[in-house]
């Protein structure tokens, strides 16, 4: 079955850069997306495509990709950006949407 | 673009509940709407997609059967109908949209089942 893979928790000092990742195998031939959720909230986009912005969204935060890991980077980190951050990506071979299974990001 | 989720509660294991969510402010053409759950405490688990024209259609292997997904045309509002409701489908369920091939852009506020043995 398709699965991403995602450490359930990073902790970060403000100021720091947080890294999430997102494994897979050969998963830099995917496309990606992230989602960051807020305590009791609907997910929001925060990258998709890899590495590209919705408008509204900071440059702290951005996307890449390589080999079996997806990476989320979150520079300058805020208290604000202290919430669960999930990878997706579309299963061309089930039609499906998957979820990875979310990390939570602590800002010490 | 505004998502209005209605129709969570408590039910008991066995029986049925369908969840509602009104769509405005959208462009349907080239627009899917998705039913996603997320477990107390866990990560996020997508369900279903529909077209507003059912020409697009998927539904995760695993409620195939109990779920089904559809839409009014004249409601705007799209439906989660679950059956045989089971105690681990007790979660938050939400609707999105997206564009074909997009990820999600829009999501409503979500709903809480509970589903009690």
């Known amino acids: ?108 | 673009v505004q998502l209005v989720q209605s129709g969570g509660g408590v039910v008991q294991a066995g029986r049925s509940l369908r969840l509602s969510c009104s769509a405005s402010g959208i462009n349907f053409n080239d627009y899917l709407l998705h039913w996603v759950r997320q477990t107390p405490g866990k990560g996020l688990d997508w369900l279903a997609l529909l077209s507003y024209d059912e020409s697009s259609r998927s539904v995760k292997d695993s409620v195939i059967g109990r779920f089904t997904i559809s839409w009014d045309n004249f409601k705007n509002t799209l439906y989660l109908q679950m059956n045989s409701l089971e105690v681990d489908d007790t979660a938050l369920y939400f609707c999105a949209g997206s564009r074909q091939g997009a990820p999600f852009d829009n999501w409503g506020q979500g709903t809480l089942v509970t589903v009690s043995s």
């Open chain 1, 1 to 108: 079955s398709y699965v991403l893979t995602q450490a359930p928790s990073v902790s970060v000092a403000p100021g720091e850069t947080a890294s999430i990742s997102c494994v897979r195998n050969n998963i830099e031939s995917e496309i990606v997306h992230w989602y960051q959720q807020q305590p009791g909230q609907a997910p929001v986009l925060v990258i998709f495509n890899n590495n590209d912005r919705p408008s509204g969204i900071p440059a702290r935060f951005s996307g890449s990709s390589f080999d079996n890991t997806a990476t989320l980077t979150i520079s300058r980190v805020e208290a604000g950006d202290e919430a669960d951050y999930y990878c997706q990506v579309w299963d061309f071979n089930r039609d499906y949407w998957v979820f990875g299974g979310g990390t939570k990001l602590t800002v010490l």
